[in-house]
């Protein structure tokens, strides 16, 4: 492993390029047309366009991603998380190519990646799931809603991030919104199935991270809790969960490295689960098979670089650390900055950023490919950059990022400041009572 092609843009690239830096191993980022002036561009040893702005002529092209890794020598390919992270597509024709791809098999990307193929398979392990299943149309999914019950969700089989997620209330919203999911999903990951999943309304989102090496060690890093959303978008991100039982965390792991194991997982992958509020019972989501937005909170407790790990597997190295030799220090909470306009019902605000300036402070964390002169692309997602503490308790790494988002200071677009100042600040939240409606409930 000499020199890495990454196919992707904003603050994840430039989280690899520095994994990269931290391996001495060479980078080369793989831009599109709006992204060539980016802070990954500039900090990587190369940059190569892969086409014009839109996602779908250029992020979401494998064919153009793998001759770009080829023309520029590379031998590896880290997709991050987005785009083509989770396509059995890119791994494939990067691997007849002879590249390594950061990620797991093939197959177990086909399985895990379709979120109804790992749905079935986590029925065969005995991991519980919410009632629902596959629709190829408007009819189908009207009878299956019936069996179901109102309300439910309408969710792309091969998505993530929460695009393709559409919450139905009753059966006169159901066509209309199995059109839209249907289009969103075939626009951001060129999957438009759809299938109907059992909304539980009361419920807390709880993810495990693991890590599986091609030697057969699976191992987890622990949990994160999630539950802070808004449109089925993380919002806020937080490990370790707050009031999780030791049963119920000993049951989340048991079920992620199981399911890893049976699938012959390789890399790092998430497990997801809900947990319903009211009984306390755990179901199983899906598995995403990419580096996390939220992963910085896992490195933060552990004190691994969950990326440079990621490098390091795809080489063909071991984990190089046991179940029992991982631990836990702390507590570390993100919250992502995105260019959204309140005003406007959070809608993206792109444009150019005359200031952009997070202050420095004592367990503050910045990952960001954001600067005072740069662009804010209408294309994509409207992340500016996650703010993570890291406390010796939830109430130290609380108070940070309030102090820290007090003295943000954003100048060319809109943001959601306020909207995380609000959060932090929620007697709710300080007291680790929010589930995955709150957020949309509290802060109308």
């Given at each position: ?277 009211d009984d306390g019972e755990p179901y199983f989501l899906e598995v995403n098979c990419r580096i996390q937005v939220e992963h910085p909170v896992t490195e933060a407790v552990t004190g691994l670089d969950l990326v440079a790990m990621q490098l390091r597997i795809a080489a063909g190295h071991g984990l190089g650390i046991a179940q029992d030799e991982v631990s836990f220090d702390g507590h570390a909470i993100e919250c992502r900055l995105n260019a959204e306009d309140p005003t406007r019902e ?99």
């Amino acid at each position: 492993m000499r020199r890495v092609f990454i196919p992707n843009r904003g603050e994840i690239a430039v989280r690899i390029v520095r994994a990269c830096r931290t391996l001495g191993l060479e980078c080369v980022v793989g831009a599109s047309e709006a992204d060539l002036d980016g802070m990954a561009a500039h900090l990587a040893d190369r940059v190569v366009c892969i086409g014009p702005g839109p996602a779908s002529e250029s992020y979401l092209r494998a064919d153009t991603v793998v001759q770009a890794a080829l023309g520029t020598e590379c031998d590896v390919i880290h997709p991050g998380y987005g785009f083509l992270s989770e396509s059995p597509g890119l791994a494939t024709l990067a691997r007849e190519h002879g590249l390594v791809f950061v990620g797991p098999p093939t197959e177990a990307i086909s399985l895990a990646g379709d979120k109804l193929a790992a749905r079935a398979q986590a029925q065969r392990a005995g991991v519980p799931v919410l009632a629902g299943g596959e629709v190829a149309g408007a009819a189908e999914a009207r009878r299956l809603a019936a069996d179901i019950g109102y309300p439910l969700l309408v969710k792309a089989a091969g998505g993530g991030g929460g695009r393709g997620i559409k919450r139905v209330h009753d059966e006169g919203e159901l066509d209309a919104l199995l059109a839209l999911a249907r289009r969103e999903a075939g626009a951001a990951f060129g999957d438009d199935r759809l299938y109907l999943e059992k909304l539980i309304g009361s419920a807390r989102h709880v993810e495990v991270q693991v890590a599986a090496d091609e030697h057969g060690a699976v191992l987890h890093l622990g949990e994160r809790d999630c539950s802070v959303q808004r449109r089925f978008q993380k919002v806020v991100e937080e490990a370790p969960p707050p009031h999780l039982p030791a049963p119920t965390s000993a049951t989340l792991r048991a079920a992620a490295v199981g399911f890893a194991r049976q699938i012959g997982y390789r890399n790092l992958g998430t497990a997801e689960f809900v947990i319903d509020a009211d009984d306390g019972e755990p179901y199983f989501l899906e598995v995403n098979c990419r580096i996390q937005v939220e992963h910085p909170v896992t490195e933060a407790v552990t004190g691994l670089d969950l990326v440079a790990m990621q490098l390091r597997i795809a080489a063909g190295h071991g984990l190089g650390i046991a179940q029992d030799e991982v631990s836990f220090d702390g507590h570390a909470i993100e919250c992502r900055l995105n260019a959204e306009d309140p005003t406007r019902e959070y809608r993206p605000s792109p444009g150019r950023l005359s200031l952009f300036s997070v202050p420095e402070r004592a367990g503050l964390r910045v990952d960001t490919h954001c600067q005072a002169g740069a662009t804010v692309p209408p294309y994509y997602d409207s992340l500016l950059g996650k703010l993570i503490a890291h406390g010796a308790d939830r109430e130290q790494a609380i108070d940070i990022l309030l102090d820290t988002l007090q003295d943000v200071d954003v100048e060319g677009v809109e943001t959601n400041r306020m909207m995380l100042i609000s959060v932090l600040a929620h007697r709710d939240f300080r007291a680790g009572a929010v589930t995955t409606d709150w957020l949309e409930r509290a802060l109308r």
